[in-house]
């Protein structure tokens, strides 16, 4: 049997190629997945400060950020193969100067050095799942991919790093970038003609359909982000036991992974503008239950956010593929993903602190409907319309 017959062979919808994308941008994606951990390992390998670490780890996504942002330039240029194998091997590189490294300054280089390498391959693998012919059913895969590597990495990783030393972290995420490679033909080799067809027309460009799925994307991370970065001092400030608050992140764990198989059986099956509207329900009644206050309306309620969160998000990019045929503009969803990621906590902090609960879950729910209803605007508008005017 050729090799293009057994790519087409589907498991859940999605063929070889396809699932091979959604395994190269979890070994890209390991590091954010562990973060808590990762902070722990710089503060004990280099002596530093909590606050130091965390300023290593933002420059690491700012790497990502800056990663993703060129790949969007590179792709005009380069197929998606060179540019993951490129993205890896520059990954695998920064996390080996990492070990080597002594001092803050050149710590924070090598971390941007990986986090660029990180940011390229994700942005490719974005524009790849943008492609899909499931593109909400590859994203959340990809998400439950993602909280399946974070639990089993918190869980497994600190026995590991005490038997074996911190280097086994940056051993351990570096690996997996072998098999990541050896997968990258497979998934790019079905989109290698759409790729050069595309390269010999004219240069990406943003187009108003596009622009308003990305600018929907930002917003619904924003609000959901805003809230969820201040979940455990919430239930700290209504009295809660540190048993009842581990119990209820964890269950919010698991939450989220049944709305990313939520997703996964339902993107693409039904029609994204109902599937928007449950992903919002379930926002609203989270909401509603943070504020009235309890144990179990507090679980139901941090339960309820995360699973929205991963519930909604393949919709929502669903509603970008949908418009984006070559998947250029997709490649700029972790940008839009990051910077969202990046501000909601200082936005997030200021209505809290200014504003109460009642005014921070007031913003919550303004974004994340505002972005729910630009992404069904854009979903329901003809598509020759979305693409008249480009910016």
């Not at 503009?329 to 200021?350: K, N, R």
Request: proline residues 4%.
């Amino acid at each position: 049997m050729s090799v293009n017959a057994h790519i087409r062979r589907e498991v859940l919808g999605l063929d070889a190629a396809e699932w091979a994308v959604i395994a190269i941008a979890l070994a890209a994606a390991t590091l954010p997945a562990v973060l808590p951990l990762m902070v722990g390992v710089l503060a004990r390998q280099f002596g530093i400060g909590t606050a130091q670490a965390g300023y290593v780890i933002a420059i690491n996504m700012g790497g990502i950020l800056a990663g993703s942002l060129s790949c969007v330039l590179l792709a005009r240029r380069f197929r998606w193969a060179p540019l993951i194998f490129s993205g890896l091997g520059i990954m695998v590189l920064g996390n080996g100067l990492t070990m080597l490294t002594h001092g803050l300054p050149p710590l924070i280089a090598t971390r941007l050095i990986s986090g660029w390498g990180e940011g390229v391959v994700g942005a490719c693998c974005y524009a790849l799942m943008g492609q899909a012919k499931l593109p909400g059913r590859s994203i959340a895969f990809y998400t439950a991919g993602q909280s399946i590597i974070g639990a089993a990495g918190l869980a497994i990783l600190p026995t590991l790093m005490a038997g074996f030393g911190w280097h086994v972290f940056y051993i351990l995420v570096s690996v997996i970038a072998v098999p990541a490679m050896l997968l990258t033909p497979i998934a790019t080799r079905a989109r290698a003609i759409v790729v050069i067809d595309r390269q010999t027309s004219t240069a990406t460009r943003l187009s108003i359909g596009s622009f308003g799925a990305l600018i929907a994307i930002f917003l619904f991370f924003v609000g959901i982000a805003m809230i969820w970065a201040f979940m455990e001092p919430l239930g700290v400030r209504q009295s809660l036991t540190l048993t009842q608050l581990s119990i209820a992140l964890s269950a919010s764990s698991i939450a989220g992974l049944g709305g990313s198989f939520a997703a996964g059986a339902l993107a693409d099956r039904l029609r994204t503008e109902i599937g928007l509207a449950i992903g919002i329900a379930v926002i609203i009644a989270s909401l509603t239950l943070l504020l009235t206050g309890g144990f179990y309306s507090y679980m139901a309620a941090i339960c309820g956010l995360y699973f929205a969160w991963a519930y909604q998000f393949p919709f929502l990019f669903g509603c970008l593929a949908d418009i984006d045929s070559d998947g250029r503009i997709a490649a700029l969803t972790p940008v839009a993903t990051g910077g969202a990621l990046t501000v909601a906590p200082a936005i997030g902090g200021f209505v809290l602190e200014n504003g109460g609960l009642a005014m921070l879950s007031a913003g919550c729910l303004g974004l994340t409907l505002a972005a729910t209803l630009l992404a069904a605007w854009v979903r329901m508008r003809p598509k020759h319309h979305l693409a008249k005017a480009y910016l």
